[in-house]
Every structure is written in C-alpha cells, then in structure tokens.
Nanobody, 125 residues
Framework: QVQLVESGGGLVQAGGSLRLSCAASGRTFSGWTMAWFRQAPGKEREFVGGISWSGGSTYYADSVKGRFTISRDNAKNTVYLEMNNLKVEDTAVYYC??????????????????WGQGTQVTVSS
C-alpha cells in the first residue's frame, strides 16, 4: 500500500512563498518519478512540475517556470515544491503524485499511479 501525504499548504499574500512537502511510504520511493499537480475550483487537474527518480531532471508547466522548484530527498522519502512569487491564480488544491514506472517527463494525470489527498494553497491579493 503506497501512501502520499502532502503538507505545507496555507494562506499567503501575492508575492509570498510557500513550501509544500509530500511524504511517501509503503514501497521503494527512490525509483519513482514524482510530480505535483493542482486543481482550482471548477477546473481540471493540471500538471505543475515533475522530477526524475534521481532528482537530476526537473520539468515544469510554463505557468510556474522560474517561480516554482521541485526537489526530492530519497533518504527521507520526501518530495518538495518550493513556490515563490505566488500569484492569485496559483490558488488551488495541490496534489503529489507518483509514477511507479519511473518514466521521466510525463505530464498527464493518468500517467501517475498514486496520489495524495491534496493540500490547499490560497493566495490573496
């Protein structure tokens, strides 16, 4: 049984920063590709960014490139999303996802096998 648990969400003013964490348990973490997605009210879940199993490769949606950074610590079974210069349009529930196949570069919801419960990020103007 794989479990992904996100934390670190909250309310922040525009221009501020937040750091999300996703702790994984249940199976070997180091071989997985990990990603963050988000879903705003009334909208489809969208890709935010992903990181290869080694952490050596990261890729982002254009909307967050240059502002968000993904990293991982395989020793702690944890992946992070550092979010800077937050905008009102970044408001959403943020989800951590794991691709057990470890394939790099995937951006579609159905490419990922396991999901966390989500953490709310609200950016006020």
């Amino acid at each position: 049984q794989v479990q992904l648990v996100e934390s670190g969400g909250g309310l922040v003013q525009a221009g501020g920063s937040l750091r999300l964490s996703c702790a994984a348990s249940g199976r070997t973490f180091s071989g997985w590709t990990m990603a963050w997605f988000r879903q705003a009210p009334g909208k489809e879940r969208e890709f935010v960014g992903g990181i290869s199993w080694s952490g050596g490769s990261t890729y982002y949606a254009d909307s967050v490139k240059g502002r968000f950074t993904i990293s991982r610590d395989n020793a702690k079974n944890t992946v992070y999303l550092e979010m800077n210069n937050l905008k009102v349009e970044d408001t959403a529930v943020y989800y951590c996802a794991a691709d057990y196949d470890g394939v790099q570069g995937r951006r579609r919801v159905h490419d990922y096998d396991y999901w966390g419960q989500g953490t709310q990020v609200t950016v006020s103007s």
